[in-house]
């Protein structure tokens, strides 16, 4: 008997061990094809015994003794499963629809959303790559609450300013930061010559998997000193284990002037009653044949010119593509080629890119992994050249003055079909045959490369280290023939060779644990470097041979200038993210980062900043379960920090010499005074917000802000005793404020039928709240003025048309009515700066087509339309033409609600700057419209093709204003400059994908 009882304990012993020793292996896969999902968290639910899956998707885990049998298994991107533990097991995890949705991008890292504690916007990149822009940052238009893209200039290849939250600063730059898969990047106009040349335009769309906006301080604080005026993150594709995929894409189409509300100019007959009305004013005799001031009814007969139907046309746009990604277990690639083509509304104005990306990622082992991430390629914008004497946009060569400026009456060709030079108003230069005879480009040869190394030792514990270089080389030509220019220049060659490298390092560790399965921790500690260096070399060479348009040895010592330039600056940062949640409701998280920048003097070079944030997830409190099938998710965020701000030039604080000739003789003087105590701006950032889900159908977010920037870099007023009349210090203070609402609905989901909306609404609302020391104002018509909006416009006040002689009327500083322009008061009457912006977004799809509209929105905003300004100008530039809504002037006594009466080289000045010409510049844009259709799965196999998408788009498709003007987008300052107007384009295009 005692033997049977010690061999029943043995046998109980030895089980209890197998028990508490028990291993289970299984197997991951995807859900839709059976591949192995690499690197897939296991977690036994309520300990900490966890492992990931290897090449092959296999794990094995033991089940420490007492615990349950129920495995969490998750993988980003996919559905997480609980499942019951058994041995041989198969998991088959399926892709979430909400990937973007679940995760996002900040600072160094990706988070769950359900984490996040600050203010951030996201976009997933297939949204952005059908939209036939030529760059990513005019395709964020409208896109995102509080995010406000806006152009000068519909030049392809153009820059355009984004704005997140309203503008920062008014000495340094109000631009966000851009970060392309964890490095900061050159962003804005990087061109040499040409009017303007986007270097973010090198980043294709199609690469691009989200572009994530931090717009307060809790999420960009960790950006330090460039994060004053938000982060744009740009993460590029990576490639998927498993099968190669190839997709190649073409699309064309045609670009014509947007003119909704039908702007132009006077035609023939118009112009021609017009000019005798005015000089009939003046006191001429406009039917006598001796009269130089002749001007006769019967010059209609002759015929008549359009001169902007002469310099425009339609322009075109092709695109083609070629794409493949995919991998074996441990490597994956993704790889883009693409080729761009626009030409422009202007003959030879256009647009080339030639770009090639490659991404890769290597695991070298289980706790060591290796990527690059290389893209580069070729630029040119093709440009119309200014004069080089005349280097304004009033010079013949512009297209759009010339087009709108010349007489009607003027022929542009002779009978023998050659160029009409008989054109006295402008200079004598035609401007077909200076668009044509000119020649004016920049053309840049780019390369990004980065490569990573990440080690993680331990499941918790993450060392990565980024090292990147960016180098851009850009050539530069600007040719002008001998009839565009002086006798005294004749023909004119100007070159410039530009370039710039930005090295960057960026290096962290990162300590993410889960204790308990309800305290999470995640500590990160970083150190970053970079250091910049751009130099130009410029060459200016007068009376070129036109047959050798080229800098020669036979031209003069006295036609020929050089330049060149060096520029350095350099960076060193250190910074640190502590983050801690508990049980999925409540989380903290603070940063800290400190920023030396060589911008600054020894003393003041070191800056620090920081942000604390928190947010409660009250949809996982036990009392919000019985209604979380109606509100599913309710966020609650506040976020406070101080960010900084150098965007200023390299060597603001030094002591500088500039040459000058003086009386035959070249010496030097200063030019600049040296202030050491220059130092960072900083920005203050409250946020307050909320976001929610209801039904699984609609989710949105609200936030409050209020942000206050001190210290501004300005150039304050000095003495004029002190030799200089302004020195770059840290005054002042001003402060944006506003909410930002962002709406997404899933209206309906079906098998076939699915419809989906989404609208977004910001208003900002900035203040000045402090200038330099005793100064109330900056600006003139343009005003900074202390209490009130960051731009305010200060104009004449013009009080209408005189109804007894048809003189112009203004108010004087009594308020009384004036007919002299020297006596009109100056009054505040508007702002640039919209009440509020929005956008509309919308899609609807039915078995395998898709119809997407996308619209936004600007309200409350003035321009000055500097254009009319000139073309309304009441005969003070005598021969020029004018706009068709000037022809509604004054005739006889009595009229009224009229323009005042043209008199021919009006002396009056009623045409100086004033409210007449100030509009308002609201307007609702049909952005984008794209229609598709997705051929079925079953036509596509037969052809070896697993997809194929055929669409057409419409951008810029119609847009509703008031504006008398081509388009009412004129940029942050709203002014018009007869600038490249803006283009619609009607696209058609295929996707096939092997």
Not at 75 to 90: D, H, L, T, W
Not at 309 to 316: A, D, F, P, Q, V
Request: hydrophobic letters at 35%; proline letters at 3%; charged letters at 20%.
């Amino acid at each position: 008997m005692r033997k049977l009882t010690l061999l029943l304990c043995a046998l109980l012993a030895g089980i209890s061990l197998a028990v508490a020793q028990t291993s289970i292996s299984g197997t991951v896969l995807t859900a839709e094809n059976d591949e192995p999902v690499i690197g897939a968290s296991i977690l036994v639910k309520g300990t900490n015994a966890s492992t990931i899956t290897d090449s092959d998707g296999k794990f094995s885990i033991k089940i420490p003794d007492g615990a349950g049998r129920t495995l969490v298994i998750s993988y980003i991107g996919m559905e997480r499963q609980e499942v019951f533990a058994r041995n041989g097991m198969v998991v088959r995890l399926t892709s979430s629809d909400q990937t973007l949705d679940d995760v996002v991008v900040v600072g160094y890292q990706t988070i769950r959303k359900e984490a996040k504690t600050g203010s951030i916007a996201t976009v997933k990149g297939d949204d952005l790559a059908s939209i036939p822009e030529t760059s990513v940052d005019k395709m964020l238009s409208g896109k995102m609450a509080g995010v406000s893209v806006s152009s000068t200039n519909g030049q392809p290849g153009a820059a355009a300013t984004i704005r997140v939250r309203g503008t920062s600063s008014i000495g340094a730059a109000s631009d966000p930061l851009y970060v392309v898969d964890g490095i900061p990047v050159e962003s804005g106009n990087v061109g040499a010559l040409s009017n303007s040349m986007n270097a973010i335009a090198m980043i294709n769309a199609s690469d691009i998997a989200s572009v994530t906006v931090l717009k307060d301080a809790a999420a960009a604080s960790i950006y330090g000193s460039r994060a004053a005026n938000g982060v744009i993150l740009i993460t590029t594709k990576s490639g998927e284990a498993g099968k190669s995929k190839v997709t190649a894409r073409a699309r064309y189409g045609v670009t014509t002037l947007a003119n909704d509300n039908d702007f132009g100019m006077a035609n023939l007959q118009e112009y021609i009653q017009y000019q005798r009305d005015a000089r009939i004013n003046a006191g001429y005799d406009v039917d006598n044949p001796a009269s130089q001031y002749y001007f006769p009814l019967s010059l209609a007969a002759k015929g008549g010119t359009n001169w902007m139907k002469e310099l425009t046309r339609n322009g075109s746009l092709q695109e083609y593509e070629l794409i493949a990604s995919g991998g074996t277990g441990k490597t994956t690639y993704y790889t883009s080629l693409s080729y761009n083509k626009t030409d422009g509304i202007v003959p030879t104005v256009g647009f080339e890119k030639m770009q090639v990306r490659a991404n890769l990622d290597t695991e070298l082992n289980k706790w060591l992994k290796v990527g690059t991430r290389i893209n580069g390629g070729y630029m040119k914008v093709s440009d119309v050249t200014n004069s080089l004497v005349n280097g304004d946009g009033l010079a013949p060569s512009n297209p759009f003055y010339s087009g709108m400026a010349l007489a009607p009456t003027m022929r542009a060709y002779n009978e023998d079909g050659s160029y009409n030079f008989d054109l006295p108003f402008v200079f004598n230069v035609n401007p077909i045959a200076a668009i044509k005879g000119s020649d004016k480009y920049d053309k840049q040869y780019k390369f990004n490369g980065t490569a990573y190394l990440e080690w993680k030792p331990i499941k918790q514990l993450t060392f990565r280290t980024n090292n990147s270089v960016e180098y851009a080389y850009t050539n530069s030509r600007q040719f002008s023939p001998a009839f565009i220019n002086t006798a005294s220049y004749g023909a004119a060659l100007n070159t410039a060779d530009v370039q710039y490298r930005l090295l960057t390092t960026s290096n962290t560790v990162t300590y993410d644990d889960l204790f308990n399965d309800v305290h999470s921790l995640n500590i990160m500690l970083g150190q970053e470097a970079n250091t910049y260096e751009s130099s130009f070399n410029q060459a200016i060479s007068y009376h070129v041979n036109e047959q050798r348009p080229y800098h020669s040895v036979g031209i003069s010592a006295e036609d020929q200038t050089a330049y060149d330039g060096l520029t350095q600056t350099a960076m060193v940062s250190f910074f640190g993210v502590a983050e801690y949640s508990y049980d999925g409701r409540y989380y903290i998280k603070g940063s800290l980062r400190t920023d030396g920048s060589s911008k600054f003097g020894p003393d003041r070079r070191w800056g620090t900043f920081w942000a604390a944030s928190a947010s409660w997830n009250i949809h996982n409190e036990a009392f919000m379960q019985d209604i979380k099938n109606v509100l599913n998710v309710l966020k609650l965020r506040y976020s406070y920090g101080v960010n900084g701000n150098d965007n200023i030039v390299a060597y603001a604080h030094y002591g500088l010499y500039s040459d000058i000739v003086y009386n035959g003789i070249t010496g030097q003087l200063p030019s600049q005074l040296q202030n050491r105590k220059l130092t960072w701006e900083t920005n203050k950032t409250h946020n307050i917000g909320v976001d929610f889900r209801l039904f699984d159908r609609l989710s949105g977010s609200i936030d409050w802000y209020t942000r206050r920037t001190e210290d501004m870099l300005i150039a304050s007023p000095l003495p004029y005793t002190t030799g200089f009349s302004s020195q770059a210090q840290n005054v002042g203070q001003i402060r944006n404020s506003g909410i930002e609402v962002q709406l997404d609905a899933d209206i309906f989901n079906t098998n076939d039928f699915k419809w989906t909306a989404g609208v977004n609404f910001a208003a900002n609302r900035s203040k000045v709240l402090e200038l330099a020391p005793g100064q109330d104002f900056i600006g003139t018509a343009l005003r900074y003025v202390v209490g009130d909006q960051l731009y305010t416009y200060w104009l004449y006040d013009y009080a209408g048309v005189n109804p007894q002689n048809g003189n112009a009327l203004w108010r004087n500083e009594e308020g009384l009515l004036t007919e002299d322009s020297q006596e009109a008061r100056r009054i505040r009457c508007g702002s640039p700066e919209p009440l509020w912006t929005g956008g509309f977004n919308t899609e609807l799809s039915w078995k395998g087509i898709s119809l997407g509209i996308q619209l936004e929105a600007r309200y409350g905003n003035k321009v000055l339309n500097q254009d009319r300004q000139l073309f309304e100008s009441d005969g003070a530039y005598a021969e020029q033409n004018v706009w068709k809504g000037a022809m509604n002037y004054w005739k006889k006594p009595g009229d009224m609600n009229v323009l005042p009466k043209p008199v021919y080289n009006n002396p009056s000045n009623s045409m100086q700057s004033s409210t007449r010409y100030l509009e308002d510049g609201s307007y609702l844009r049909i952005k984008d419209i794209t229609l598709a259709y997705n051929l079925p799965s079953r036509w596509t196999k037969k052809a070896l093709m697993s997809g194929v998408r055929i669409y057409a788009s419409a951008l810029n498709l119609y847009t509703f204003h008031n504006m008398n003007y081509w388009d009412p987008e004129h940029g942050t300052q709203g002014a018009t400059i007869i600038s490249y107007p803006m283009t619609r384009s009607m696209i058609v295009g295929v996707d096939i994908t092997f």
